[in-house]
């Protein structure tokens, strides 16, 4: 008898919502309480010190060992109000999740004394064993240590009583080890060519923000029910199960009301977050059955990027009190639409204007189209880098999937902006252009309407939306770093930004007007990314086709998608701009690699022990049911049993079929994991698991649900999937 199925059940049946502790006050008073901010420093510093750290923050001026140790006591002193009694540094290693190493305040001295002590040593550096951590090969080239670095830009934060310090971590030899430092190298790339370009309009313009709001998906599942799956509990995703009769076609769960246990779980995370700083604002419930999103107000990319990081690890700490499992991969179900997490991407000046807002006039409207085209150029250019950096194996089976945005990147900007373009592709004159050709394009410009907002946002189908004032980045990955796609999108638009400038620059030094210059070089932009805008159905067959004769790339998979960060062209690029070094690139090419293979190894052992462990065992002993029956039947009836016991006799031909072939696949794929584990090479061997080994996932899947289907439910050990979906 399944009875852990049952137990599971049961208990997940029988919960009621847990109570949430409410803070007495509103969330405007209780918010970024738990965060050292620019008010605490001011409390907690001597006026010099807090004026230092302020241009440590915002002008990167280098810290010094005074300040540290000044800024390491005021943080102290406060966490120490708030009951802190550990610290940690806190960084983003190549995992992709987050670490931390733990310490203690407390300190023995001599004579059995003791006292809270964190010096700025303490703050500014620590050194977890690095070997530890994904490194891709800089270990054996380099020294093994690493250390962690304060980020002095992220705020220090409080949680469960730790102080925590967002640091980079780095190797000895300087190499980064995690997502943090070359996405500020990226920040800062960009920050300087977008302030460059803003000279021609702005010449206030001292800093440019890249900007980020993320909107995070996830499912969630009754804690019972995720532990009696060891699929789930070990991949993060259902490796068999037969669909439920009825998935997400109804569309009754999208903005339908949501359930009070999943109320009260988003209403504490939603109050701890806000506590540490973290604007979180919408909520609602997605187009698969226990599908959420959350989504804050945009921020700076950094600190955006660490609240991401946070929250989802929030989201994990908060669930489990109300008895609840987070699932942040990219395609727990495959008959349901799987989790993404959209990048909204926009660059904000620190005078206040949204650089890929439409503005008022032509002037304004000008800036807008440079920045606008430009961004286009740059996806058109490095495509195969934007898909680089959000490969990973649980989004591969999101991409392409009919339901995600496809593989192909291709960006998305609405009709009016269409015709816009094709208009300025046009009529920009060649040669000299008269003051009448001017005033005209100008008229021309000066129409690009505001409404865009609602205009833009429609297309779902796109990877690259522009959405009216942003774009919005929809291919990453529900558990990914936002930080890898954030380089590659901030490294990129910098670069060509960079030739622009050039590009007019010279054209200006030949004798052209500004104006001109700029137009003529945005004109020269649109034509040579034409074939990267696409406003048509992305998940229709018709754009593969299309695409396919656009020249464009379709990189289904993740071990195709990375060989770009083998290229000449890539390595130089991020070079070239300081965010990776070749060695740098070259580790994280391996260390995606691995991260995949392992993916892909664990899947394939959890899918053997499943078939051999639970559900070969299971289909035999369903049989033997029925052959019991059968001899019952022989006893009874004598000869005219057999003609009587058709169906039995039929049912147990369909279970041996589907038990042999469950077995000859699910050998076939050990035979294919033993060759792939052979491979020294980490690419050859990511191939070997992506071409030999994940094909038989769908084959023993198939079998495995045709089982489901013919076995007695009474049986059947692992919740099914309509219990995993629909037990509110
Ligand atoms: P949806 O995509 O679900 O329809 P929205 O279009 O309202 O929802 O998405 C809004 C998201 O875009 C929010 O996370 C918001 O903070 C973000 N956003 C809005 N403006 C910007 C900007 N200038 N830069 C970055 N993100 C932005
Ligand atoms: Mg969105």
């Not at 407390?106 to 690095?130: K, M, V, W, Y």
């Not at 250390?147 to 967002?166: M, Q």
């Not at 930004?497 to 007019?504: C, G, P, S, T, Y």
């Not at 070239?576 to 690139?585: C, D, H, K, T, W």
């Amino acid at each position: 008898m399944a009875t852990f199925r049952f137990q599971a059940l049961s208990e997940a049946l029988s919960r009621t919502p847990k109570a949430v502790e409410y803070p007495a006050s509103k969330a405007s008073m209780y918010f970024a309480s738990n965060v050292f901010t620019q008010d605490v420093m001011r409390e907690y510093l001597p006026s010099d010190a807090y004026k230092s750290l302020l241009r440590t923050i915002n002008e990167g001026a280098p810290l010094e060992r005074q300040l540290a140790s000044q800024v390491a006591s005021a943080m102290k002193d406060w966490a120490l109000t708030k009951g802190v009694t550990h610290y940690t540094h806190w960084f983003q290693p190549l995992t992709g999740s987050t670490a931390e190493k733990h310490d203690s305040f407390f300190t023995p001295i001599s004579d059995g004394r003791a006292i809270e002590r964190f010096d700025g040593d303490n703050l500014i550096q620590q050194e977890p064993d690095a070997s530890s951590f994904p490194n891709g090969g800089i270990r054996n080239t380099f020294e093994a240590r690493g250390y962690t670095a304060w980020d002095p830009t992220s705020p220090a934060f409080i949680i469960s009583g730790t102080l925590c310090i967002p640091t980079i971590f780095i190797a000895y030899t300087g190499e980064a080890l995690d997502f943090k430092m070359p996405l500020l190298k990226a920040l800062n790339a960009i920050d300087k060519a977008a302030t460059d370009v803003c000279q021609y309009f702005e010449k206030d313009v001292a800093k440019v923000n890249a900007t980020l709001g993320w909107e995070q998906e996830y499912f969630l599942i009754d804690k019972a029910l995720f532990y009696a799956r060891p699929d789930i509990m070990m991949t993060g995703r259902a490796l068999v199960g037969h669909n439920p009769a009825k998935g997400q076609q109804l569309d009754d769960h999208y903005f339908g009301s949501i359930p009070d246990r999943v109320s009260a779980f988003m209403r504490e995370y939603e109050i701890e977050s806000h506590k540490l700083g973290i604007p979180v604002t919408t909520r609602h419930n997605e187009v698969a059955p226990n599908q959420f999103e959350c989504a804050p107000m945009f921020e700076e990319t950094n600190l955006a990027n660490d609240h991401n990081l946070l929250l989802m690890d929030l989201m994990e700490k908060i669930a489990r009190k109300h008895d609840l499992r987070v699932l942040l991969h990219e395609k727990p179900f495959s008959s349901l639409n799987g989790s993404g997490k959209h990048n909204n991407w926009s660059l904000s000046t620190n005078t206040g204007i949204n650089l890929l807002a439409p503005g008022k006039n032509p002037k304004t409207n000008l800036r807008f189209l440079t920045f606008f085209v430009n961004t286009i150029k740059a996806i058109h250019d490095n495509a195969d880098i934007i898909r680089a950096s959000i490969a990973s194996a649980g989004n591969d089976h999101r991409l392409g999937a009919n339901e995600a945005p496809p593989a192909i990147v291709s960006v998305f900007i609405g009709s009016q902006l269409t015709q816009m373009l094709d208009n300025l592709e046009k009529s920009v004159k060649a040669g000299k252009m008269t003051p009448e050709d001017k005033t005209e394009l100008k008229l021309s410009i000066g129409k690009i309407p505001q409404i865009l907002l609602d205009n833009t946002d429609r297309n779902r189908t796109s990877p690259f939306a522009f959405t009216g004032n942003k774009f919005e980045f929809r291919a990453v990955g529900s558990s990914a770093n936002c930080g890898s796609a954030m380089i590659a999108l901030n490294v990129i638009v910098a670069k060509q930004l960079m030739l622009f400038k050039k590009a007019v620059d010279a054209r200006i030094d030949k004798g052209e007007k500004k104006d001109e210059a700029i137009l003529k070089e945005l004109q020269k932009l649109i034509k040579e990314s034409k074939k990267i805008r696409f406003e048509g159905n992305g998940y229709g067959e018709e754009w593969v086709q299309e695409a396919k004769k656009r020249g464009l790339s379709n990189l289904k998979d993740t071990p195709r998608a990375l060989a770009v960060m083998k290229d000449k062209k890539t390595i130089d690029l991020f070079n070239e701009l300081g965010v990776l070094s070749p060695i740098e690139m070259e580790a994280r090419h391996e260390i995606e690699l691995e991260n995949y293979i392992l993916k892909l190894q664990i899947e394939s052992r959890v899918l053997g022990d499943l078939a051999q462990n639970h559900i070969i065992p299971t289909a035999i002993k369903y049989q033997n049911t029925i052959i019991e029956n059968i001899k019952g039947m022989n006893e009874i009836f004598g000869k005219d049993a057999k003609k009587m016991a058709s169906t039995q006799y039929k049912i147990i031909e369909s279970l041996s079929f589907h038990l042999n072939e469950l077995k000859k696949f699910c050998d076939l794929m050990l035979e294919e994991r033993k060759k792939a584990n052979k491979l020294e090479d980490a690419e050859q061997k990511a191939f070997a698991y992506c071409d030999n080994v994940k094909p038989y996932f769908q084959e023993i899947k198939y079998h495995s649900d045709k089982l489901e289907l013919l076995i007695e439910d009474e049986l059947w050990p692992l919740p099914k999937l309509r219990e995993l979906l629909f037990t509110k």
